[in-house]
């Protein structure tokens, strides 16, 4: 049907959601991109029609790929984002006033066009900030020369389709590893297990050659269908260890006010179900 948006990203589960306006609609040099309005989650961008990102549910994905490794860590001054062309990742970094560099290294100038203009409630002003360093590049690229010394590196990827694929292998997860500081977090969107069981299982093996700490944690985001989504974090420290008082005492001190993170639910997210701790083994 013409009035909804269906992503098809599995054989055989769909999910749609109502195109109440169409803002956008155009090929960029890399992918198909939409940006549309649904009453529901508000504005919607889709990306070869898989859902990027909405105003309604966004804060959830973005608060839980900042919050949790930049809170945990406790000093993290250089943030480096994978990605993140809508903003919002950006967004949510910028918040933490020790933050003081953020380089995003994004391949698709367009999104970034586009999101600026479309949609605006997602960055907030982050692509203005004189802190932030927009590349425009391919992020495995970017990582395999950068000089590094990250204390936090977000991967804040497509799917391992089309141009996100090199985002999920293990030379980049190498690279990324050496351009972390020595008590740097890398935290990376992992999809949704239960229906991506391999991209989660990849991942974390990489991970586990690579990292003192490697585990994931998760959060439920509506329009991620299929259950909770998965983060990658892979750590030589033990920031993941970080008492629940300390985290308190941190959130309290940066001053957040978030629509779903807390210290609380950072220490319950690294709880894992048992088919999804499976897939760490
Ligand atoms: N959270 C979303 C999800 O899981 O559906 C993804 C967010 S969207 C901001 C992901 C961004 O990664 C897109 O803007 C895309 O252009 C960018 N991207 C894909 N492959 C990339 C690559 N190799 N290097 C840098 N950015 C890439």
């Not at 943030?79 to 903003?87: L, R």
Request: hydrophobic fraction near 40%; charge should be negative; aromatic fraction near 10%.
């Amino acid at each position: 049907m013409s009035d909804w948006s269906t992503e098809k990203l599995h054989a055989d589960y769909a999910q749609s959601l109502r195109v109440d306006r169409l803002l956008y609609d155009s090929e960029t040099d890399h992918q198909r991109l939409r940006v549309f309005e649904n009453p529901t989650f508000g504005r919607v961008l889709t990306l070869d029609d898989v859902v990027q990102t909405t105003e309604g549910d966004n804060a959830i994905y973005h608060e839980m790929l900042t919050h949790v490794p930049i809170l945990a860590h406790g000093a993290a001054q250089r943030v480096c984002i994978v990605g993140g062309g809508d903003g919002g990742m950006a967004r949510e970094v910028l918040k933490h006033a020790g933050v003081t560099h953020v380089t995003m290294v994004e391949i698709d100038a367009g999104v970034v066009e586009f999101s600026r203009q479309y949609l605006p409630a997602l960055s907030q002003g982050a692509f203005d900030d004189p802190r932030l360093d927009l590349v425009i590049a391919d992020g495995a690229d970017f990582m395999r020369n950068t000089p590094g010394g990250y204390d936090v590196i977000i991967v804040d990827s497509t799917d391992p389709v089309g141009p996100g694929e090199v985002l999920f292998t293990d030379t980049f997860y190498g690279h990324a590893k050496r351009a972390l500081a020595p008590d740097g977090i890398l935290v990376t969107q992992n999809g949704v297990p239960f229906l991506q069981p391999d991209e989660l299982s990849n991942t974390m093996r990489a991970f586990t050659a690579l990292f003192a700490d490697a585990t994931c944690y998760l959060a439920t985001i509506p329009t991620y269908a299929g259950g909770p989504m998965a983060f990658g974090w892979g750590s030589d420290s033990d920031a993941r260890a970080t008492p629940l008082d300390v985290l308190q005492g941190r959130f309290q001190a940066a001053g957040l006010d978030p629509f779903y993170y807390t210290p609380e639910v950072h220490k319950a997210a690294f709880a894992l179900p048992g088919y999804v701790r499976r897939l760490l083994r």
